[in-house]
């Protein structure tokens, strides 16, 4: 049986050494964001119950005695909000992390002689922890970082011989692209042209991480649409479960493997290829507006293109004529005139029906995002 041990502790050389003792041992790892807040960070120990708690200062210290133990060949438990916003503790296994980690390196012909990754997102989301899990499985160097820093990150590339990287759109706007051979682009969607070695990816902390790159399923993922364009998926990267207090993990796929992710989208079939994905968003994302379905992801996509807007988001607000208004808020370009809502009107309706062009456009200073790096689309649409 495994034990499981909370990682508490900044990115850094000593969490690499942390988890690959862990899992030298066969043990489970926890990574907690050392962002959290007294009270938060309690509250994910006391639903996680570790046995054992590695602080930031190094030091282990006991956890709950009667911790229950994790099945053998469980790797890593990690903590998501999902799409309600109550936490879940998702629990993948060796064998799970190691397949999703040899099908990304494999569609990215990585190779561990010349090679080099750089961790610089939060470990305690599977976008981050990704880099560094995939780089122990698979004896890829790696420099683990303490957190996002554009000169250094920037630099990277000449002054630790990174090839590779994960991020998310709003540290990407902030780097010079072109020393990395492949950045993986995940966290929220993207609709601003990037550099040919700029790869989107779509995936959840179920998976894994990034599934889908560049709209096209990894070697090993199967996809389907299931009843209301449901994205579903299977494959041998998918959590074995979600665990609770006491210890039991409820299997998160049907009786043939399928998980159904909760996302909205199609697949589009291509000319002597596999089919693309399209990804609409969660359910909840839909905006009904006079009666017609808006997705935010390609009247952001649209907006995006406008050279007067640095950032964007699309959500519906409540309207007593249409149902719900399509409201485009956005962070202005340095530089450039603010757009009015008569300029992006016409950008969406050049590509998109006029329906779904939006009605009312807010100026501000920032975007609300999660601590990994998505747009915080609930609390766009309440104003924050």
């Not at 602080?55 to 009667?66: I, K, L, M, N, V």
């Not at 040919?196 to 649409?225: Q, S």
């Amino acid at each position: 049986m495994a034990r499981l041990i909370a990682l508490d502790l900044p990115g850094s050389p000593r969490f690499l050494d942390e988890l690959r003792r862990a899992w030298n041992a066969g043990d489970a790892v926890l990574p907690v964001d050392p962002r959290l807040p007294g009270p938060a960070r309690q509250a994910l120990l006391d639903a996680a119950r570790p046995h054992v708690v590695v602080g930031p200062d190094g030091r282990r210290s006991t956890g709950q005695a009667d911790a229950p133990p994790l099945r053998g060949g469980d790797a890593l438990v990690v903590a998501t909000s999902g799409s309600t916003g109550a936490p879940k503790l998702v629990v993948h296994t060796g064998a799970g992390l190691a397949a999703h980690a040899e099908a990304v390196h494999a569609h990215l012909g990585v190779d561990p002689a010349t090679d080099r990754w750089l961790a610089c997102l939060p470990l305690a989301h599977i976008g981050g922890l990704g880099v560094v899990v995939r780089s122990v499985l698979t004896a890829t160097p790696v420099d683990v970082l303490p957190g996002f820093d554009a000169d250094v990150v920037g630099d990277a590339p000449r002054t630790l011989g990174s090839t590779l990287v994960s991020l998310v759109p709003t540290a990407l706007d902030r780097i010079d692209p072109t020393g990395y051979r492949w950045i993986v682009l995940g966290g929220s969607a993207d609709g601003v042209r990037r550099p040919t070695n700029v790869v989107r990816t779509y995936g959840l902390t179920e998976t894994g991480g990034g599934i889908v790159y560049d709209d096209t399923a990894l070697p090993g993922v199967e996809l389907r649409i299931g009843s209301d364009d449901e994205i579903e998926v299977r494959g041998p990267m998918l959590a074995r479960g979600l665990r609770s207090p006491d210890g039991e993990v409820v299997g998160i796929t049907d009786d043939e493997g399928w998980f159904r992710t909760g996302d909205r989208g199609r697949l589009v079939a291509t000319t002597g290829g596999p089919s693309r994905l399209e990804v609409h968003g969660r359910a909840d994302d839909l905006i009904v507006t006079g009666g017609q379905n808006v997705w935010p992801a390609p009247v952001e996509a649209a907006i995006a293109e406008h050279p007067g807007v640095a950032e964007v988001a699309v959500v519906g607000r409540p309207d007593p004529e249409w149902g719900a208004a399509v409201v485009a808020v956005i962070v202005p370009r340095p530089g450039h005139p603010v757009p009015t809502l008569t300029d992006l009107r016409a950008v969406v309706r050049d590509v998109l029906p006029a329906y779904a062009a939006p009605k009312v456009v807010e100026v501000v200073d920032t975007l609300p995002r999660t601590p990994s790096g998505k747009v915080h689309r609930l609390m766009v649409s309440r104003g924050w």
